[in-house]
């Protein structure tokens, strides 16, 4: 158990049958009146952000949501394969599962799935990864000064914005954060 007097970043709890984590909290002793928690917390399985105040006294239970590092195989329709290095299980995760930045990721690539209780609710692929552009526009030397961008087509699928020097065929690192360019390769 942890009581809401102990919320710190990262932490994570069941409440009302959902798992959170505390994503911002604030220990608030207003002049008058009783302290409370202010804190935003995130519905670890549907990833809503919700601002919530706590007495600093209520008790939740602490869960654990499991981390498992695994390798990205291939899909199948709208299923994704998994492999576990250390017992060569594979698990399907269905593409509801995974997040917006999976674009990123190509076959043979690590990743961590997250599951609460068995149940696999997230898959976050690597912060950095090095993609090869496979199309874009040709660049021009001494396109540097002004800072302009143009759409590349990565080797996933995925298209980012490039700085107009970079050309077809070059690799490049992206953060899968944010989704963008970081530097060649």
């Known amino acids: 158990m942890i009581s809401a007097g102990e919320f710190r970043n990262g932490v994570t709890f069941e409440m009302d049958g959902n798992v959170f984590q505390i994503v911002e909290f604030q220990h608030v002793k207003p002049g008058k009146g009783a302290a409370f928690v202010r804190t935003k917390v995130k519905n670890a399985i549907t990833g809503a952000v919700l601002d919530k105040t706590f007495n600093p006294t209520e008790k ?70 090095e993609l090869v552009i496979t199309e874009t526009e040709p660049g021009f030397k001494g396109d540097t000064a002004t800072g302009a961008s143009k759409p590349a087509t990565l080797e996933t699928g995925a298209v980012v914005k490039v700085p107009l020097f970079i050309d077809e065929g070059e690799k490049i690192r992206i953060d899968t954060r944010t989704g963008e360019y970081m530097e060649r390769a």
């Open 60 to 129: 939740f239970p602490t869960a654990f949501i499991e981390r498992k590092e695994m390798q990205y195989l291939y899909n199948d329709g709208s299923l994704y394969y998994f492999m576990d290095l250390e017992t060569y299980e594979q698990l399907p995760i269905n593409e509801s599962v995974l997040s917006d930045n999976f674009k990123f990721v190509k076959e043979n690539e690590m990743c961590k799935i997250l599951s609460y209780k068995g149940n696999v609710f997230g898959v976050e692929p690597p912060n950095f990864v």
